[in-house]
């Protein structure tokens, strides 16, 4: 176990399932007309954020959402459309009828640090039933591993009672391609999720669902390559991370909180940390942040 140890004194950033249900304001008046009447489409797309492991392999198994077809998407959120007894409630009351759609995907293990600085791929879509999405549910299998390093991996436990977890919709977080098309994001926060308890990794999802078209993002160059191990955006209680690509230094944070930012730069063998300030970042903007290169 000193592996692990180790590891643990350096401490877990964060990594991210994102999943995509979305929308663009200015079309949201007009349908797709391939759309079957009564129907609409979603698609969910995952990518990651960065965490100090090598490999972080999550295998999925089902993606389904939650349908509120006596509401529209563009109604306003209620207190209770989240609560575990919504659904019954709502089956019988105003002709409402509230139930788990599963859409299509690809099951099996998804590395999850092959999608960052920006990278996504398409996990879920499909049509379901006409109404309002209240929540995504994700179920896990048992094929799920950690690496930490490129050799030396543990199981990784899903920790509670069932294989799967839930995530709430907001309305302000889902927008429309058209009236019947949407998408979502959700941002898998790892460095919440992942502990290490008893001799075991264990994983206890941590998500948040975000608007691409809202959130704004942070992207640059850090040299010299391979030398820059971690950056940190930091701006109040917000902290986000990224880890450049290996091979250009070009990193990107998505799903940032409009503020301003000190951004920190961690250097890796014998290069000096460095930290720049006063980043201003605008909501649905992305922020092209000056090149940073570190000395020695």
């Known amino acids: 176990?000193?592996?692990v140890t180790k590891w643990l004194a350096f401490g877990i950033s964060a990594a991210a399932l994102f999943v995509f249900f979305a929308c663009?304001?200015?079309?949201?008046?007009?349908?797709?007309?391939s759309i079957p009447p009564g129907k609409s489409q979603v698609s969910i797309y995952m990518m990651d954020d960065p965490i100090q492991f090598t490999k972080v392999l999550i295998d999925i198994r089902q993606v389904a959402?939650?349908?509120?077809?006596?509401s529209k998407q563009t109604d306003g959120d209620e207190d209770d459309q989240w609560d575990d007894n919504y659904c019954g409630r709502h089956r019988t009351q105003e002709n409402k009828s509230v139930f788990w759609d599963t859409l299509n995907i690809t099951p099996g293990v998804y590395d999850l640090l092959k999608l960052r600085n920006g990278v996504d791929t398409l996990l879920a879509n499909?049509?379901?039933?006409?109404?309002?999405?209240?929540?995504?549910k994700i179920t896990l299998g048992s094929d799920n591993t950690i690496y930490t390093d490129s050799v030396t991996h543990y199981p990784l436990e899903v920790f509670g009672p069932h294989p799967y977890f839930t995530i709430n919709v907001r309305r302000v977080d889902v927008s429309s391609v058209s009236s019947n098309d949407f998408k979502l994001w959700l941002d898998f926060n790892l460095d919440r999720s992942v502990f290490f308890w008893n001799g075991e990794f264990l994983l206890k999802p941590y998500i948040v669902v975000f608007n691409d078209q809202v959130q704004a993002k942070i992207k640059g160059e850090a040299l010299p390559r391979r030398k820059v191990a971690l950056i940190t955006a930091i701006s109040g209680s917000d902290t986000l991370y990224a880890i450049p690509d290996w091979e250009d230094g070009d990193y990107q944070i998505r799903n940032v909180p409009a503020g301003t930012y000190s951004i920190n730069f961690k250097g890796r063998d014998g290069y000096k940390d460095t930290t720049i300030t006063n980043i201003a970042v605008t909501a649905g903007q992305t922020t092209k942040v000056p090149t940073v290169t570190l000395h020695q």
Do not use: E, Y
């Open 24 to 33: 663009n304001k200015n079309n949201s008046s007009t349908s797709n007309p």
């Open 1 to 3: 176990m000193k592996t």
């Open 126 to 136: 499909g049509l379901i039933p006409s109404g309002k999405i209240l929540k995504v």
């Open 65 to 70: 959402v939650l349908v509120d077809t006596g």
